[in-house]
């Protein structure tokens, strides 16, 4: 009997749920003037997103699973084989410092900051110089001379296959249009790249020719990682991720 009356119970209560359900979803559309078909759809993408929010859950469950085991894995390689888990650890090292060198890590130290911009005309009978591809061009030459471990132009990461080209008062790099003013961030030993700009002679030619040049020393600068514009370059270098 006692079984029976808590069955009966149950049923109610869902009975009274749905109705409940029912009466909001009614009140809903008649306020927002929903009809039945969206109020079924907003439903099913409830639905959706509930499933979806399951499914990250277990996959985040299942990447925490899989990073334990690859931990133990690595644990066990290193008490069974010291020679070949040194081996691995090497060829980690010169992986990571291959991606640095092809601008796919993100890179923070001390370096400078080489404000770059259009001069400035004192009257309408002298040409007004603008900063020109070859230029940056030629300053990022002087950067990698001087050991310059990442450089980046307004955000753009400088790579071996960045291109520059002078499109009138702009310039585009890795496909994206730049224009003045233009920082250039470069990371390395400050003191030595502020020293190989100013000695440069590209800084000293836009000096004469009125531009505004200003390298200043910064004791942190982050230049970001390449962001894979070039898609074929980037998969020759994807295995090693």
């Excluded at 639905?47 to 469950?61: G, S, V, Y």
């Excluded at 310039?171 to 790249?193: E, W």
């Excluded at 020393?217 to 070039?230: D, M, P």
Aim: hydrophobic residues 40%; proline residues 3%.
């Amino acid at each position: 009997m006692y079984r029976k009356n808590t069955v009966c119970i149950m049923l109610v209560f869902l009975l009274l749920g749905f109705v409940i359900s029912t009466q909001i979803k009614s009140v809903a559309a008649d306020r927002y003037g929903l009809s039945a078909a969206e109020v079924s759809e907003i439903d099913e993408c409830e639905k959706r997103i509930q499933e979806l929010t399951r499914e990250i859950e277990d996959t985040k469950a299942e990447c925490a699973e899989l990073k334990d085991t690859y931990n133990a894995h690595l644990k066990e390689l290193y008490e069974n084989d010291q020679q070949f888990y040194n081996l691995y650890k090497k060829y980690e090292t010169d992986i990571n410092e291959y991606k640095l060198y092809a601008g796919l890590t993100t890179v923070t130290g001390p370096g400078i900051d080489i404000g770059l911009d259009d001069a400035h005309r004192s009257s309408e009978s002298l040409p007004a110089f603008i900063v020109h591809d070859i230029y940056i061009n030629e300053l990022l030459n002087v950067l990698k001379a001087a050991g310059a471990q990442a450089i980046s132009v307004n955000g753009q990461r400088i790579i071996p296959m960045s291109e520059f080209l002078c499109l009138g008062p702009s310039i585009r790099i890795n496909n994206t249009r730049l224009f003045p003013p233009y920082h250039i961030y470069a990371v390395g030993d400050p003191d030595k790249l502020l020293a190989a700009v100013r000695d440069s002679v590209i800084y000293k030619n836009m000096v004469s020719e009125n531009l505004i040049v200003d390298p200043v020393i910064s004791q942190e600068i982050t230049v970001n990682a390449y962001n894979r514009t070039y898609t074929g370059y980037i998969n020759m270098l994807e295995q090693y991720e």
